[in-house]
């Protein structure tokens, strides 16, 4: 197959959203862009709005103001479920694997989901191309746990394992949410390593506080503040921008979800 042409169509793009809960402004007129393949981080001080910008794009909120857009395509009045077979997958905090099924069959099930539901309903070819089981589990380096019940995975490993099951069901936009809560150090450098390695063929946002993960991964850095877009860019220069370091010493960074 060619190469398909060049497109300069974000996979994601936020116009003017507000999420009011009861007055409470969560999202304040948020705009936001990202290009296919990109790993985007997006941080914030507690109460910034960073679960409920997830919330928005999953469907779980519903914007006050303000549209979404997934490659091209208004997420405006979909449905939870729809949005996610569209192509947007969100792996939430704590993991959520089948505990006495093995490594593989995890895998396995996962994979066959999404497929049932793309052949029958879109009857065109997945746009990244399917992965073997093994390659996943060399991707997410499970391969010589294969065979084990996934209740015997370390924290770790379950997140891995949830994000194999995730890339098993092909979405173009994967949404991560605070992944390296909990873990060793050890453990969240091998999942950095591995959100590197799925970006391209995926375009991946991720939310974190741990501000060592944020460097070994980031690129480029989105910073949320009462709702509304702070600053962007490299992890360099949004420590440096007088604004975030306000925000952050003024708030504090503590941990919350
Ligand atoms: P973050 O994840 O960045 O800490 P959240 O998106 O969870 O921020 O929350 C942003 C703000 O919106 C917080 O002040 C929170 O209390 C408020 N909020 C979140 N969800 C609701 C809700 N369902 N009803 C009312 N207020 C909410
Ligand atoms: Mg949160």
Redesign the pocket.
């Known amino acids: 197959m060619n190469a398909p042409a060049p497109t300069t169509e974000p996979i994601l793009s936020i116009e003017n959203l507000t999420v009011n ?2 007055g ?1 402004k ?2 304040n007129n948020l705009t936001f862009s990202m290009e296919p393949g990109e790993l985007r981080v997006v941080i ?10 997830l ?1 928005s794009i999953t469907g779980k ?1 519903r914007p006050t103001q303000g549209d979404l857009f997934f490659k091209g395509r208004s997420l405006k009045g979909l449905a939870e479920y729809e949005i996610s077979r569209l192509g947007i997958g969100r792996k939430f905090q704590t993991p959520r694997v089948y505990q006495n099924l093995t490594v593989r069959q995890n895998l396995d099930l996962s994979g066959n989901q999404r497929k049932g539901v793309m052949h029958t309903l879109f009857r065109k070819p997945l746009r990244v191309e399917r992965q073997s089981i093994d390659q996943l589990l060399e991707i997410v380096g499970l391969m010589p746990k294969a065979h084990l019940p996934a209740a015997l995975l370390s924290h770790g490993e379950k997140q891995r394992l949830e994000i194999g099951m995730l890339v098993a069901q092909s979405p173009d936009l994967l949404l991560v949410d605070e992944p390296a809560a909990g873990l060793t150090d050890e453990e969240t450098y091998q999942l950095g390593e591995l959100l590197i390695s799925l970006a391209e063929a995926h375009s991946i946002i991720v ?1 974190e506080h741990d501000m060592e993960f944020v460097r070994q991964i980031a690129r480029k850095v989105t910073v ?1 503040h009462e ?1 509304s877009l702070l600053c962007e860019g490299t992890m360099d220069e949004v420590q440096n921008d007088d604004r975030v370091i306000e925000v952050y010493l003024g708030k504090g960074e503590g941990d ?2």
């Open positions: 809960f009861d409470f969560a999202l914030g001080p507690n109460g910034a709005g960073k679960t409920t910008f919330d909120v939310i949320l709702g919350e979800h």
